[in-house]
């Protein structure tokens, strides 16, 4: 998988997303459909499920096509999957499938390396990327809908001629980055090495699932070129795949450009599907893996049945009985009531060969792993002998119903294309969304009852208890000595002819079809009389409605003594109201298949909504209720303290996250609320008294600081009954002025927080940024993007590709309502901290020195340009940018304005904004990792003082 972006999380919020793991879902996935009038290839569903109106039909070469015509926007999504992953792996080579999958990045004949995500990122494309399954692996594309004939070029250009120039260098180099990856998201990831002895403990060695998806250092390294071949030639044909065209299309001319680029490519060998007989489980077996975290966890697992045989969907009810939310036994009886737990999570992960059924809990700080294991088996054994009630089953159903529902908003991803490849794998009908509803609204109490006590008995299963201490990990050969320069890779490539005959026309590039007229989203605001704005876009695709009420106060308003009190604020409005208990609240909002969250970001708070349309009004009086009249009970207040804290100690466990942390602190200091997490620190959760939370609240939470934002299949007038019915009566109040200081950064030049064995150091290099108002703010975008924003951004090419030295290294701008920090983020592998640093400063300058040139900056600019309808896709995406428009004080044709302001940036624009932003000079340097192996690559630097903090960012030395 390719890495993403660190910035890509809503505007609202400070935290940024992580790269992505090894597995894309495969089996486990939400299932996902189109809007659609009807379904071919699939019997009638029943009135209120959305059917799937798809053509699906098969090449010569067995090549099956499915296609999807969605008007929603004018985009496509182009998703090919190939039926090969772990599961057809060889003896020796577990992660095979994953390294083939990053292989076919690395270039075909038509195509050298770079130049598909270069074409694809400047083309406008979305959601670019790949993922392997334990049965699967994706390929995956959303392009604007007049691009849709090179999406297509490239994906048959990797089927049809990756073999033509496939060579040492490729895979010496993808062989880097996937070692890279497995450090970061398995070894340098909390509980990483536990998950992995869990899958160990679950199948045998000679299993195909035994191995995480990414398999072992010692297996990548060990993949020979012939390896490489041979996978290629006997899984990669296009018998062995189907490609779903899901979007603005028309049908004919899909076939027509399937056809052309698709149709001459042979057929390959036959494959059969893998024949493994899993040995089940007969006696327990237990584990204690000692990992770098502050708390225990204890995880469960059993074997449970293949995807979509009887029991599974039984399971998919019973995991979110146990740990589906607030409402759920696991959670309501170890964090709620004996509050021994920080989190609870269960789930059925369905795959092909079999299944498997995982409880995860972590223990809250004071508490063992013995005390979890005691208290899950209580839950376990209630569910085994007086199974669930009636109204469980009723509740979970219909909050996996409404995620199945969720998902037909998106086209790319893992959304609708994703998932009916994934339908079609693993049922052989794309349409199987109405059979797979039905399937879930018959299942009862009796029957996830009888599912458990089957598959879930204590003899049948693996604990794994994830503990304090200090990880083995496992063997990790040092890289081999290049070779020296020889005519290897051009014998290689000239002894191997090529699987598909030479087609000359390949060789160009198609031209993009005429540009489709879109109109980016409109909000339409009116005001109450209270002073709050309401605004509204109606989206009638789905039975969906989304609901946000956002306050224009997050982080930034923090008092200095209390750091984090904006966000202890958010969490507790749904723990308790006046005439609603929290698990209340929770067992409410459940019941009807609603989904509701509170939470604040750096500049805003808010709570919001998912409902179905039918249950919309019955969830939007229970978010009115905890926005107006939450109770703040003494005793909640010191539940989530304790929340609070945990999620504190959990938090110093992830390097990235410390390294954010300690960068906030050292830019903007302690004088500014900037220079915090989220969270806060450990002595301010403990000052914070229940006066200050409702403090906060009744100052902050007041209509003229609030908006009302609602997306989905609603009617101006019927929101504008609801507004006035459910928060008109908010009373009157003026919003408070907005004053956060100056920041005081420090006088270092080097951060360094210590994780002593640390196999990566997750770096962030730091200065101060822009306002969200800033008329820079298209530059600054195109500046970025070519920087470190893309893919094929400067830093992430030299980092990742050419060095190998990381997974993934990318930049942002956090805007804020004052100027939020730009970052420069990822992780490195910890002998290379030095050299990467160096090489991130270098481009830097050379941003600095020169203009982009017309190539790049175009590329960069239509990134930007031509992807904008792509973040319209969802009722939430639509939401998100009306939100922001509010906290920013942006007017509502913001993004409609846009397009021609990011047309207008020129080369010159991008250097002034290099210039500003990007001097080596104004750049603090965050290192968090293995004090005695970084710091004396750091010194070598001679960047400036060095100075040393503690995880939370504050300073030591």
Request: hydrophobic content about 40%; proline content about 7%; aromatic content about 8%.
């Amino acid at each position: 998988m390719k890495t993403r972006p660190l910035f890509a999380a809503s505007v609202l919020l400070a935290a940024a997303n992580s790269t992505g793991a090894a597995g894309a879902a495969a089996a486990a996935a939400p299932p996902a459909a189109p809007v659609a009038p009807a379904s071919s290839g699939a019997p009638p569903a029943p009135l209120d499920i959305p059917h799937i109106a798809f053509d699906k039909y098969t090449l010569p070469n067995g090549l099956q096509v499915i296609l999807v015509e969605d008007k929603r926007l004018p985009v496509v999504a182009v998703n090919v999957w190939y039926h090969v992953g772990p599961a057809n792996e060889a003896p020796g080579l577990a992660g095979f499938a994953h390294l083939f999958e990053h292989m076919m990045f690395a270039g075909s004949k038509h195509l050298p390396r770079g130049l598909a995500d270069r074409l694809l990122e400047g083309a406008g494309a979305s959601d670019s990327n790949g993922g392997t399954g334990y049965d699967s692996t994706s390929y995956y594309d959303t392009v604007p809908a007049n691009q849709l004939e090179l999406a297509l070029w490239v994906h048959a250009d990797r089927m049809g001629y990756l073999l033509d120039v496939l060579d040492q260098k490729s895979l010496a180099n993808q062989q880097d980055v996937v070692r890279n990856e497995r450090r970061e998201t398995v070894e340098n990831e909390p509980y990483g090495i536990v998950e992995e002895a869990l899958n160990h403990a679950l199948f045998p060695p000679e299993h195909p699932y035994y191995a995480s998806v990414i398999g072992s250092h010692t297996d990548i390294q060990n993949a020979k070129l012939t390896d490489v071949r041979d996978f290629f030639t006997r899984y990669y044909g296009p018998n062995n795949a189907s490609i779903v065209i899901a979007g603005d299309i028309d049908k004919v001319a899909a076939r027509a450009l399937v056809a052309k680029y698709f149709g001459s490519l042979k057929r390959g060998p036959d494959v059969e599907r893998p024949q493994v007989t899993t040995p089940p489980i007969t006696q327990e077996r237990r584990l204690t893996v000692p990992d770098r975290v502050e708390l225990p966890r204890v995880y469960m697992g059993w074997l449970t049945p293949p995807a979509y045989q009887p029991g599974d969907a039984e399971l998919s009810v019973a995991a979110q009985i146990l740990a589906g939310g607030k409402s759920s036994r696991l959670y309501q009886s170890l964090v709620y009531e004996r509050q021994i737990a920080q989190d609870v999570d269960a789930d059925q992960d369905a795959r092909a060969l079999a299944s498997t059924f995982l409880v995860e809990v972590t223990a809250r700080a004071g508490h063992t792993a013995q005390e979890l294991e005691a208290a899950i088996d209580a839950e376990l054994d209630a569910l085994r002998e007086q199974g669930p009630h009636e109204a469980e089953v009723e509740r979970a159903k219909r909050q996996i119903e409404t995620a199945m529902l969720t998902g037909l908003e998106q086209l790319g991803g893992d959304g609708l294309a994703d998932q009916l490849n994934h339908y079609n794998q693993f049922t052989g009908n794309p349409g199987y969304l109405a059979e797979d509803i039905a399937a879930l609204r018959r299942i009862t109490a009796a029957d996830v009852q009888r599912a458990v006590r089957t598959w879930l008995q204590p003899k049948n299963r693996v604990v794994v208890a994830g503990v304090p201490g200090e990880p083995t990990l496992p063997h990790d050969p040092p890289l081999p000595k290049t070779p020296k320069a020889s005519r290897t890779a051009k014998t290689v490539k000239t002894r191997h002819a090529g699987a598909n005959e030479a087609e000359a026309w390949r060789a160009k590039a198609p031209q993009a079809g005429p540009a489709p007229g879109f109109m980016l989203p409109l909000g339409e605001a009116f005001r109450l009389a209270n002073g709050l704005t309401v605004i509204h876009h109606r989206n009638p695709a789905l039975p969906l409605v989304s609901a946000e009420v956002v306050i224009r106060s997050g982080a930034d308003s923090n008092p200095l003594a209390l750091p984090g009190l904006a966000g202890f604020t958010a969490q507790m409005l749904t723990e308790g109201t006046g005439k609603r208990s929290a698990l209340a609240i929770a067992e409410e909002i459940a019941q009807l298949g609603a989904f509701m969250d509170a939470d604040s970001g750096t500049n805003a708070s808010a709570v919001s909504l998912l409902a179905l349309r039918s249950t919309f009004e019955q969830a939007f009086a229970v978010m009115a209720d905890v926005v107006l009249h939450p109770a703040f009970p003494p005793e909640e207040v010191e539940r989530q303290r304790a929340s609070r804290l945990g999620d504190l100690l959990g938090q110093r466990d992830e390097a990235e996250a410390v390294a954010s942390v300690a960068a906030a602190g050292a830019l903007y200091g302690p004088r500014h609320p900037y220079g915090y997490g989220q969270l806060g620190t450990e002595p301010a959760i403990r000052a914070v008294a229940r006066e200050d939370l409702f403090g906060f609240w009744r100052r902050h939470y007041v209509p003229s600081n609030a908006a009302l934002v609602v997306t989905g299949d609603i009617r101006r007038e019927e929101l504008q009954a609801l507004a006035e019915r459910y928060f008109g009566a908010w009373q009157v109040a003026d919003a408070p002025p907005f004053a956060p200081g100056t920041p005081g950064p420090t006088r270092a030049r080097v951060v360094l927080v210590d994780k002593p064995g640390a196999p990566q150091t997750a770096l962030r290099l730091v200065t101060f940024g822009a306002e969200r108002t800033s008329e820079q703010y298209p530059a600054l975008e195109v500046m970025n993007a070519a920087f470190g924003g893309l893919f094929t951004s400067r830093i992430n090419q030299n980092l990742r590709e050419e060095k190998g030295y990381s997974y993934g290294v990318f930049s942002g701008f956090r805007y804020g309502r004052a100027p939020g920090p730009f970052s420069i983020a990822g992780s490195v592998r910890a002998d290379a901290t030095g050299a990467s640093v160096a090489e991130i400063l270098r481009e830097a300058r050379a941003m600095i020195d020169a203009p982009l040139g017309v190539d790049e900056l175009t590329g960069a600019r239509n990134a930007q340009l031509l992807s904008l309808p792509n973040g319209f896709e969802t009722n939430a995406d639509i939401g998100a940018s009306l939100a922001e428009a509010f906290v920013f004080g942006l007017p509502l044709d913001y993004y409609r304005q846009l397009p021609d302001k990011l047309a207008a940036v020129t080369a010159e624009d991008v250097q002034q904004a290099a210039r500003r932003y990007l001097d080596p000079a104004h750049l603090v340097i965050v290192a968090v990792g293995d004090r005695k192996r970084i710091l004396p690559q750091l010194d070598k630097l001679k960047l400036g003082p060095i100075e040393i903090r503690d995880t939370e960012g504050q300073l030591l030395q």
